[in-house]
Every structure is written in structure tokens, then in C-alpha cells.
């Protein structure tokens, strides 16, 4: 009997199929060594690859995995390669990964505007792009990409300390889908921009404009009409421009919001805060208002009584804070998971009022209350919930949902 060869048997479409189904990414490589048809099957199945190579490799590497869409390139802070990615490897990827709607490329210091502007000319079903500190950017090159990739959905340009104004118009101009800007340290972005962002961008989820000094309430006011239904993440970090009016339009208009970041605003007083509280159609799930030193007992309790669905919360050094506002909470249970405290004024007591209504904590954050020790929770007999870290000393992983 003549043996049968399975490849005179299955078409491509079904060996594909089979691929599919193959959950393990050691069993795909396996499939792939069964012979070259099989090897070709495989490439140019796989969707998403990550690599550091020269322009001679990565032509290689294209015509190879001919149908990648999620291509990351980016360099760790504690560790670069020289040179690391360049122009001309940018111009390889613009003219070989024709599917590629996702592009990594944080912390390539060495790429500039003609790199991008090669991204913009050939890669224009590009959804994502991700040029976190990529410091030689200016709005010259980034513009040519909005021009090209009208598809853009996410950009991060956190650091592009270059980054201007006229980049926020040729976005409004081109990208109307966009759902997620990161714009955090753009020390040159300004009110005027940001108003141009949302007249074109109405659509846009998350908004990081930490540590962007020139944004005030005119640029906030605005964020808050145009994307009053879309906004879900706001994060204003050391904005010092940003004070109650901002907070009374987010109230009014977002009713989606929920993560709030205001760290380091000293300008927010109980007043907005209060009324953000009250506004009955916003669910904060997170929010951070650590050296907001306007903020007092009376606001707080108002948040912990009125926005239920609170997760996670950050008051570090707000100075007038104090047991107080826990000690008017009444009967109510939180559903605090994160809390960072570090109140000069909060005590034992406090903390023991907190513990008797989070039942669900996960993480405490007290290194920063001279009156919370250690010894004197245990001394007072406190019982934290089981799964929950308490951070005395300032030695444990923070988590994230609050930067």
C-alpha cells in the first residue's frame, strides 16, 4: 500500500485550522518542525513578535512573519543595546509589516522625526503606537503619523519632552477615533491644545496629562463637555494650574468617570470635592488626591460615604486630615481594596475604624503616619484582614492602579 502523504491531504486552510487550536506556544513552535510547509504555516500565522534586530534581519524577519500585527521593539530603562532601533530599522518595518496595527517602541532613544515620519508614509492600518520616551521627537514627525495612521486608537508619548500644541491639532484634525492619549511630562502642552484635542477627539477614554504644569481648568473644562460620555480615566499628577473648577465640570459632565488622579493639585478644595461626591451618576473607582493640602475631614467623609464603588484611594499627606473623618462614617461597609493614608494626623484609633469597615483590603499604606506604628497596631490589638500587606517602612511593591 503507498503511504500517504498529509500534506496531499489537507489544504493550507486546514492546517491553519488545526494551528488555531493549538493553545500551547511550545506545541506551535513543534508544529512548525514537522517540515517546511508546515514551518511556513506556522510564520506566517503568528501574530505578535518581539525582538531587537538590524535592518539586514528584520527584512528577514518580514518576509518570514508576513502577517505579525503587534510588533514591540522597546528597550528596557536599565538596559539598552547600542545603537538600539534606528531610523533605518523604522523604514524596514514601515515597508514589511503591512498588517502591523501595533507598534512598541518605548524608550528607543535614538529614533528621531524621520523614523516617523517612515511609520506615517507605511503603515497606515496602525492602531497603536507607544513612543514613550523617545526623547528626540518633535510634533514635525508625530504629526506626519496622525496624518498617515487616521486609525490611531492609543499613543503614548509620555516623556517626548518636545512634544507641543500643534501635535494635539493634527491629531483632532486626523484621528477621531482615538480612545487613549498619554501625553504624561509633555511640558509643552497647554490649554490651547488640549481645547484642540477634544474638538476633534470626542471619543477619547484615557486621558494622562500628569506632570503637564501649562494645563489648567480652561483645558479641563473642555476634556469635560467633549468626551463627557466617553471619559473614563483622568490623570492630572502635579498640574498645579488645576484647581475647583475642574472638579465641578468633571462632576457635572463625566458621569463615566472612574479614576480620577489630582495628586500634588493644592488648589482642589473640600467644596468641589464634596460636590464630585454628590454627583450620583459618577462611580469613582479610583482615586488619588495625595498633597491636595486643601482637603479636610469633611470632603473625605463625603467621598467614603457617597462614592461607593470606591476601590482604591491615596490621601498621603493632606495635612488636615484626621481620625475625624473616619469616626462619621456610621454603619456603612467600604469597598476599599488599595488605601494609602500617610497622614501626619491619622492615629491607631483611625486606622482601627478603617479596618472595621474594609473588610475587603488588600493593601494599607502607612509608612508616613508618625502616629501608626507597627507595635502600636499590635499593641492595640488591631486585626488586619487576612490577604491584606500593610506597608509600615516603605519596603514593599506599590501597586499601580493609583500612578
Not at 130 to 148: E, H, I, P, Q
Not at 339 to 360: D, M, S, Y
Request: glycine content about 8%; aromatic content about 4%.
Amino acid at each position: 500500500m503507498d503511504s500517504i502523504c498529509v500534506n496531499d491531504i489537507l489544504r493550507d486552510d486546514e492546517l491553519r485550522s488545526i494551528l488555531s487550536r493549538l493553545e500551547n506556544d511550545k506545541d506551535k513552535e513543534r508544529f512548525g518542525l514537522v517540515c517546511k510547509k508546515w514551518l511556513h504555516l506556522q510564520s506566517t500565522d503568528r501574530k505578535k513578535l518581539s525582538l531587537r534586530a538590524g535592518p539586514h534581519m528584520l527584512k528577514k524577519i518580514a518576509a518570514r512573519f508576513s502577517r505579525v500585527v503587534e510588533l514591540d521593539l522597546s528597550q528596557s530603562i536599565s538596559r539598552s543595546f547600542y545603537p538600539g532601533v534606528t531610523d533605518s530599522d523604522l523604514s524596514v518595518i514601515a515597508d514589511g509589516f503591512k498588517c502591523l496595527n501595533s507598534l512598541n517602541l518605548q524608550n528607543c532613544k535614538g529614533i528621531t522625526d524621520a523614523g516617523m515620519e517612515s511609520i506615517g508614509c507605511g503603515l497606515t492600518a496602525l492602531q497603536s503606537l507607544d513612543v514613550s520616551y523617545c526623547r528626540k521627537l518633535t510634533d514635525k514627525g508625530l504629526s506626519a503619523v496622525a496624518k498617515g495612521c487616521c486609525n490611531l486608537r492609543i499613543l503614548h508619548l509620555a516623556g517626548c519632552r518636545f512634544v507641543g500644541d500643534g501635535l494635539l491639532q493634527a491629531i483632532s484634525k486626523n484621528c477621531h477615533n482615538l480612545e487613549e492619549l498619554v501625553l504624561q511630562g509633555c511640558i509643552n502642552i497647554s490649554d490651547s491644545g488640549i481645547t484642540e484635542l477634544v474638538n476633534g477627539c470626542q471619543n477619547i477614554k484615557i486621558l494622562d496629562i500628569n506632570k503637564c504644569s501649562n494645563v489648567g481648568d480652561v483645558g479641563i473644562l473642555n476634556v469635560s463637555k467633549f468626551c463627557s460620555s466617553s471619559l473614563k480615566t483622568l490623570k492630572l499628577l502635579d498640574c498645579y494650574k488645576v484647581g475647583d473648577e475642574s472638579i465641578l465640570s468633571l462632576a457635572k459632565f463625566c458621569k463615566n468617570l472612574e479614576t480620577l488622579i489630582i495628586g500634588g493639585c493644592r488648589d482642589i478644595t473640600d467644596d468641589s470635592m464634596k460636590f464630585l461626591a454628590a454627583a450620583r451618576q459618577i462611580s469613582l473607582r479610583n482615586l488619588r488626591m495625595d498633597w491636595c493640602l486643601n482637603i479636610t475631614d469633611s470632603s473625605l467623609t463625603c467621598i467614603l460615604t457617597q462614592c461607593r464603588n470606591l476601590e482604591a484611594l491615596d490621601i498621603g499627606c493632606c495635612e488636615e486630615v484626621s481620625d475625624a473623618a473616619f469616626q462619621g462614617l456610621g454603619e456603612i461597609e467600604l469597598s476599599l481594596k488599595v488605601l494609602k493614608v500617610n497622614c501626619p494626623r491619622v492615629t491607631v484609633a483611625g486606622i482601627g475604624i478603617l479596618l472595621e469597615k474594609c473588610t475587603a483590603l488588600e493593601y494599607l499604606d502607612v509608612r508616613s503616619c508618625p502616629l501608626v506604628t507597627k507595635a502600636g497596631c499590635k499593641e492595640a490589638g488591631l486585626q488586619f484582614p487576612q490577604n491584606c500587606k500593610v506597608n509600615f517602612a516603605g519596603c514593599m511593591l506599590e501597586y499601580d492602579v493609583l500612578v
